[in-house]
């Protein structure tokens, strides 16, 4: 029989993923008492976005987090496109290169750091069990855990529980769907001798792969199939040897490696593509943040990134108003007010691209070299586009 206890906190953040362990140090870094709660015992999770974009990244070393990522991430040097064996488009990060690293690394690594201030409480093996509500504000939560239950008091309660939130589904929001045609299929792969620091997308004749380091001696590769389609993809290589015989033709390279991974279906995980756009982030008492709020496609590596700006917009906006006025709807809804176009914007970027990418033969080709080589000749259009993507302009406030 479990125990009950009852604890109170300024902040109560649900979910340890990266929006909510990244909102945990940004608010003890400003005195405010932090309560993260996770249903899961540790962050051993094998498939998550690994990329976190150059903006993140600055942000992330002024918090002196950087220097203990850095023993356990790859630096990044560009981001390509691979059209048929050609080159169609590249990114060479400058002087801010982004990094890949495992969720499972980094997460650890945050909240040894989270731990060392005496204002933070971490409380794993927690499912969310019920919103507390008093006169329409919500007033904190409580949990369900292994052996004791909690009831947690809370001025601020911050729903980081990501794609499937149980706070966004406690509070009956509605979402508006980008619709994805694509899901996509991940494996990790050992990486090949003398393989780049780069990410990669490759389109070859039946549809395009994303190809992304992974600490230490990975590479995470994606396959793109028709949205609920694993079963149309076992049908149409009714042999997994078929499936490794087109991978190892359109990346030779890894010709090997490929043959040593895949040995069966159960070696893939799916992962539903989705985009989602919660239309209310907030009410009094709570927010929405990350991959709860709003989930984004896996063109441009942008789920950590949205996640975590998500993130240090709402510790932006605490510093600036207090968070006695950042508990009341009329100040939280302005991190949606900021954020909801942005997320916006970024589905139609990505719906494009989905477009384009899946085009196919010939007039695919033919659309996709004119619109990326109009994209690279246009500085400003690739300046703007740069800079949205890589989160040039984020920045902490001090
Ligand atoms: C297979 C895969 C590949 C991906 N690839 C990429 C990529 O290449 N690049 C990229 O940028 N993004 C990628 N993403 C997306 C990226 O991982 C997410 O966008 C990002 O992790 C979102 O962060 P978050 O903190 O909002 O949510 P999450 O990372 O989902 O974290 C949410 C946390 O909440 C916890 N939680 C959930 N429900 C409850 C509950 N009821 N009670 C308590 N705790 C709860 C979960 O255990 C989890 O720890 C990928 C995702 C997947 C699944």
Known sequence: MNTNKKIKTDVCIV???????????LLIDQGIKVILIDKESDFEKEFRGEFIQPGVVNILKGLKIYERLERVSIPIDSYRIMDHGEKVLEYKFQDEKGICIRQSKILPLMLEQCNENGNFDFYPNHRLETLKFEAGTVKGITTKGDAENLDIDAKLVVGADGRTSGVNRLLGVQSNQAKFTMDVLWIKVDRPKNWENNIELRIHDEGYLVLLPSYPNKIQLGIDMEKGGAEKLREKYNDISELVEMLQKVIPEMKDELKDAISSWK?????SVSGSLSEEWSKDGVILIGDAAHTVGPIAG?????AMTDAIELSNMILENGLEKMILNSHLSKLQDKRYPEVAALHTLQLTQEKLLSMKGEEGILARSKMYSKLMKNEQMKNNLQKKITAASLT???
């Open 15 to 25: 979910g340890a993923g990266p929006a909510g362990m990244l909102l945990s140090k």
């Open 396 to 398: 902490l406030k001090e």
């Open 302 to 306: 942008q789920g950590i990134n949205q």
């Open 267 to 271: 070696d893939f995980t799916p992962l």
